[in-house]
């Protein structure tokens, strides 16, 4: 960091200022991201790399904190920040409630200050009388419904889960492609008794698992449609680059459940040979 040229003046930058990092606005996820900082009192010095400024990200290095989403892609970033100007990192999850509420409150606790946390708590407040209420109504659709997940990176694998409790779906099948050996003890730590985990998994394996389990929806990125299609599933895809509904902050939340209760509450289901006879089932 200390090579670059052309940083900014940082010499008016809030003591209580962050850096965003590994957000990609999609659906325009970081506007919202921002307001909700904004709200508790946050500076947000610069995105890196969604709606990033060239100006921005010339001060960044001036920033309080660095807050990270995608550790994959951004934590070398991180590093170098800290490694250059002592800039501490947390990592957060902005996907479903307890997540991001629990960002906004580790994000406050950094900065040690009792007002900012009580703002985080009235954002937090604010934002889930009018979710909840909501939500509730799914919920009394998709209650038993079994959901399968596999992803990227075991962090949002964690937030997925308890998204799914919240609408009452019970996840009977998680895993990711880049998870470590604690990432698998804490998902076991927090699904329930029987549901599969697994790392790194071919199609043949994740198509023997939804069939074993039944599911009634996939979570997954584009390269694992075709396995739910074929079965007669409905999917819901977690990367997509191209979507058009922001699935992060609590609106992001909503969003998410309308489009879980859509797909699973189709009527096509009705008409897969699997859901008609369970006995064609192994012929799928």
């Known amino acids: ?14 003591k209580h200022s962050i850096n965003i990092l590994g957000n990609f606005n999609l659906a325009g996820e970081i506007w919202l991201i921002r307001e909700y900082f904004q709200r508790i009192g946050i500076e947000v010095v610069a995105n890196i790399t969604g709606d990033g400024r060239v100006a921005d990200i010339q ?21 170098m920040l800290k490694d250059g100007y002592g800039i501490p990192s947390i990592r957060v999850s902005y996907f479903g409630i307890e997540d991001m509420a629990e960002a906004l409150y580790s994000v406050a ?34 209650t038993g419904k079994k959901a399968a997940i596999y992803v990227g990176g075991a962090f949002k694998a964690f937030s997925l889960v308890k998204a799914f409790r919240l609408i009452g779906m019970d996840v009977v099948m998680v895993g990711s492609q880049t998870g470590t050996k604690e ?13 599969i985990i697994v790392d790194d998994s071919n199609h043949l394996e994740l198509s023997s698992f939804l069939k074993e389990k039944d599911v009634d929806l996939f979570v997954g990125g584009v390269k694992e449609r075709p396995i739910a299609y074929k079965l007669g599933v ?3 895809d977690h990367h997509n680059h191209e979507r058009k509904e922001m ?3 609590f609106q992001g939340m909503m969003n998410f459940a309308r489009e879980v209760y859509g797909s699973v509450m189709s009527p096509v289901w009705k008409f897969v040979p699997h859901r008609v006879n369970p006995d064609k089932r192994d012929s799928l």
Do not use: W
């Not at 960091?1 to 930058?13: P, Q």
């Not at 708590?121 to 919920?139: D, G, I, M, N, S």
């Open 247 to 249: 699935l992060a902050g």
């Open 183 to 195: 990432d698998y003890i804490e998902l076991e730590e927090i699904t329930d008794d029987g549901c």
């Open 109 to 142: 606790r950094h900065f040690g200050e009792p007002e900012m946390l009580e703002k985080a708590r009235r954002v937090v407040k604010e934002e889930l009388v009018t979710l909840l209420p909501e939500l509730a109504k799914y919920k009394e659709a998709l």
């Open 1 to 14: 960091m200390s090579r670059l040229v052309g940083m900014g003046d940082i010499s008016n930058i809030s």
């Open 59 to 79: 001060r960044c290095h001036g920033a309080a904190l660095n807050v990270i989403q995608c550790s994959g892609a951004t934590m070398d970033l991180a590093n």
């Open 234 to 236: 409905a999917f819901c």
